[in-house]
């Protein structure tokens, strides 16, 4: 063979080497994404205003999630989670980005989105929305949380119409036959009124002019079924003020934009396999790259 003809063979050789290492290479790339897309860090768009002022809409964050696999989240703490059921809505709002970050979501919450909120109570608390000098303050067993004090909200959803859960699971019964759920919103207005039906409907969507909404049968069927939770059990009214206890193996999340956030007074209660970690950084836009919140101290 001339050494014309073995040096080419050569530079192809070297050719071949060092495609099959590039190769090799983006292999090893994206399996350490992958790892760390699941288990190390991820990143979230905030679409809506739930969280404003504290995180704003169009704010990408930054989610950690060794914290929270070492620890609960303690209450107080703005926290990310899947929810616990399929968000069609939200959905429309994602990204190119973020739509093929979801490729990486856990099987169980495909469908599902990420919300972030603030916890508010965790298991075995008791909550009420009580006016203080003109403010609704959330009381957890009795008390304002030293963390939540300087937070208002809204006495709306389960804390106006105590059924409003309920609703939603019959609700969400009929929602593949067009006809029977419509009927039934029409039964549900002429029961209780319009305004709570419009929540119903709001949430749940399914016709014109709201064609896309949450199936909340998932939520029931998954994580309220199989463990016998009913609704009855752990809302109830006295004297006009509605109460909530959370049950084992949950959490109750809120918005601080109280009026703007579609949260657990509407939803229900999120399972702890939900959650996802704990934001800790904003980096976009870069004019407002920083902290989003400090550590809870867990002692108070």
């Known amino acids: 063979m ?9 530079k192809l050789d070297k050719g071949k ?6 190769v090799i290479t983006l292999i090893y790339a994206i399996v350490a994404a992958t790892i760390i897309r699941v288990f190390v860090f991820e990143t979230m768009l905030v679409p809506t205003p739930s969280m404003v002022p504290t995180i704003n809409v169009g704010d990408r964050l930054f989610v950690e999630k060794i914290t929270y696999s070492a620890r609960e989240p303690e209450v107080g703490e703005i926290v990310v989670f899947y ?39 965790k298991e075995g608390d008791v909550i009420t929305l009580k006016e203080v000098d003109g403010n609704w303050k959330l009381f957890v067993n009795g008390h304002i949380p030293e963390h939540l004090k300087d937070v208002n909200y809204t006495r709306e959803g389960i804390f106006r119409y105590p059924k409003l859960w309920e609703y939603l699971a019959e609700a969400s019964k009929y929602k593949n036959d067009k006809n029977q759920y419509r009927n039934y919103l029409f039964e549900l207005a002429f029961k209780e009124g319009t305004e709570l039906t419009n929540i119903v409907f709001s949430i749940l969507g399914g016709l014109e002019p709201v064609p896309y909404g949450i199936d909340y049968t998932v939520f029931v069927d998954r994580y309220l079924k199989p463990y016998g939770i009913k609704f009855s059990d752990y809302v109830w009214e006295e004297n006009g003020q509605v109460y909530v206890k959370i049950p084992h193996g949950f959490y109750f999340f809120m918005g601080d934009n109280s009026s703007q956030s579609l949260d657990s007074r509407y939803f229900g209660f999120v399972p702890k396999d939900c959650v996802v970690g704990r934001p800790i950084l904003r980096v976009w836009p870069f004019k407002a790259f920083g902290p989003i919140q400090p550590l809870v101290d867990i002692k108070k």
């Not at 080497?17 to 590039?22: Q, W």
């Not at 980005?97 to 490729?103: E, Q, R, S, V």
């Open 2 to 10: 001339s050494s014309k003809k073995k040096a080419e063979n050569s």
């Open 17 to 22: 080497n060092l495609a099959k290492e590039i």
């Open 83 to 121: 929810t616990p059921f399929p968000d069609e809505r939200a959905q429309q709002m994602l990204r190119a980005f973020d739509k093929f970050m979801d490729l990486f979501t856990p099987r169980q919450f495909k469908g599902s989105v990420k919300y972030v909120k603030r916890l508010v109570a």
